[in-house]
């Protein structure tokens, strides 16, 4: 069983692809949840405290927005677990604010960098590129290992 | 800053959506509370919101994928149903991360398709899809015909 990354990290397509194949999908639920069921400082909504920017240092540099650093610190970590990735490359349901945007292209950059099997796939425009789209994520993650 | 306590502390919770002609969101309802221990679950307009100890929901989601294996999708979900910092009945308008979902259930029939034709056809002998990477180069053709264009 791998751990995968999933780009959009909500997406619910390939969150359920990826446990129906019996592998981990890292996705931003976990790392919101792990925020959420933690005692501390009362940060709504998503209990990113002053801490979370601090954090985010290890992946992106000071001078780089609070928001993008406190955002890799959700992602980071699980870029950092991560064995493997999908990413889906007109997403364009991931757009938000200029902190998004950018951590957006951060979280695409790094996995580049990271020497994992990658799979860069487009949403599926018509019932054949389903079939492949399906087709195209079953036959990457079988060559995972693990069951299938 | 106050202290902030947590709830929930040690639970999933998962969302079940799903997209069928012959299951709706109340039948998954009910086959859920059949089955549940001491799990949450809440009935959305596009599935459940199943909240609980980890392997309570897997065991539950299990159950309610046997219903229509191709059309049922789920997901992890952050905070618990009807937590007030997400719950529109608090905020008003979509609750966040709804738009996101709305758009994939447009694309979901052609993964539910996939899924029902994978069963029937080899996933080796189906054709890679299109790389998205791949910037194809401007072939001379193409670039005669725009020189020809920009010319007139």
Known sequence: MAKVFIYPATSLILSDLVSRH?????????????????????????????????????????????????????YGPMIEQAEAAIIINDADLAFGCMGCARTNEL?????????????????????????QFVAAIKRFLGELGGPK | ????????????????????FEVTPTDLALRGYEISKGTMIKETCFGLVVNGKEEE???????????????????????????????????????????????????IPYVSHGLEALEKRDAAAVPAPKDPLEKP????????????AQES
Not at chain 1, 46 to 66: M, Y
Not at chain 2, 137 to 148: C, Q
Request: proline share 8%; with cysteine; net charge positive.
């Open chain 1, 22 to 74: 019996g592998h981990t999908p890292l996705s931003s639920a976990i790392a919101v949840r792990e925020r959420i069921q933690t005692a501390g400082l009362e940060s709504p909504p998503l209990q990113i405290t002053p801490e979370e920017p601090k954090k985010g240092l290890k992946w992106a540099a000071v001078e780089v927005p609070a928001g993008v650093r406190g955002r890799m610190s959700l």
């Open chain 2, 1 to 20: 800053m106050t202290e902030y306590t947590p709830t929930h502390v040690g639970t999933v919770t998962k969302y079940v959506v799903v997209e069928s």
């Open chain 2, 57 to 107: 929901v897997d065991r539950i989601v299990t159950e309610l994928r046997k219903m229509d294996p191709d059309h049922i999708f789920v997901k992890d979900r952050g905070f618990p149903p009807g937590d007030s910092r997400r719950c529109r009945a608090n905020l008003g308008g979509a609750r966040p991360g709804y738009h996101g979902m709305e758009y994939e259930m447009t694309v």
């Open chain 2, 137 to 148: 180069a401007l072939d001379i053709l193409t670039l005669k015909k725009l020189i020809k």
């Open chain 1, 107 to 131: 979280i695409k950059f790094l996995l580049r960098q990271k020497d994992i099997p990658k799979l860069d796939l487009n949403y599926p425009k018509n019932e054949e590129e389903g079939v």
